[in-house]
């Protein structure tokens, strides 16, 4: 049987709903596939391994949009065509996304992922410590220390949340519903995301809520701070106890700057930056970047 075959195979199983079989003839097919076959088959395996029910919508859409180009990729609330896919020739990054899906409810994060190497590799050549504010599993941060092999690294890497979800004061108007929806109510506790970085000597695991917690552990110089604590309130208390002590050359990742769902995290980090001058840079993926100034 060719590699077309177990493909459109593995498609029709999942235009039925039978994604765990699909996904065992797209791994099938990727043992055996040309190079230049693999980023479709990987991308496809991707959206059969998704825990959401949004794997088979997207598989859909993947479908409709290799009609009109080629070299398509599509993941939550972000499809590309016609785009290097660099990610997806990495045998290093392919293997640990696919290792570590399973801790994020959404699928193919791979762009996502791409934005948080570059800055944490960037972020190596600045002084002070890497900080992660909202953790959920750890899957981004343990993806990006076995990949770098942060644990061979002279630096700490802090990474904070309430491990209980978002406090009610904090929590923005409708994103109860919405973080439900997003996460399917998952539970997951400290002890586990603490756990899955006892590799890493120079990785904190802090339960705790921000700002508070900031006030009691927290680096004095920064060289990476990753946001993700879907709510504005902590974000904007955050930034003002930490900003002044991320380094020149220092980046800040916000993971839910562009998202629809966290439009009142926009508003108050963007009117935030412009009260100082600053404005932070939208990309496709819904994360939002800022480079400190040298």
């Known amino acids: 049987m060719t590699i077309a075959n177990l493909v459109n195979m593995a498609d029709g199983l999942m235009r039925v709903g039978q994604s765990d079989v699909a996904a065992q003839l797209y791994g099938v097919a990727l043992k055996s596939a040309r190079a230049d076959l693999r980023p479709a088959i990987r991308v496809r395996q991707g959206l059969a391994q998704s825990t959401s029910r949004r794997g088979f919508a997207l598989h859909s859409a993947l479908l409709k949009l290799e009609e009109i180009g080629g070299n398509v ?46 800055a944490v590799r960037q972020a190596e050549a600045v002084k002070g410590d890497f900080v992660e504010l909202g953790v959920f599993k750890g899957h981004t941060t343990i993806f990006a220390a076995e990949y770098l092999e942060f644990a061979s690294w002279d630096r ?58 900031l006030a009691e552990v927290s680096p004095a110089k920064i060289a990476f701070l990753h946001v993700d604590l879907n709510n504005s309130t902590a974000e904007i208390q955050a930034l003002e106890m930490l900003f002044d002590r991320v380094s020149p050359g220092g980046i800040i990742v916000f ?40």
Do not use: C
């Not at 009142?264 to 800022?290: I, K, M, N, S, Y």
């Open 73 to 118: 990729f599509i993941g939550e609330g972000l499809a590309t065509w016609e785009k290097s896919l660099p990610f997806l020739e990495d045998a290093r990054f392919v293997e640990l996304a696919q290792k570590h899906a399973d801790l994020l409810p959404v699928p193919n994060w791979h762009w996502n992922l791409q934005t948080i190497l570059w």
């Open 255 to 294: 993971d839910d700057y562009g998202w629809t769902a966290a439009r009142a995290q926009h508003d108050a980090e963007a009117r935030w930056f412009a009260e100082r001058g600053l404005q932070v840079l939208a990309l496709p993926t819904g994360q939002g970047l800022f480079v400190k100034g040298r």
């Open 156 to 213: 700490r890497w802090r990474l904070y949340d309430t491990f209980e979800g978002i406090p009610a004061d904090q929590m923005d108007a409708d994103w109860e519903h919405r973080n439900a929806r997003a996460y399917n109510s998952e539970t997951y506790s400290f002890e586990e995301v603490r756990d899955r970085f006892a590799a890493f000597p120079n990785i904190e695991v802090i339960q705790g809520r921000v700002p508070e917690i």
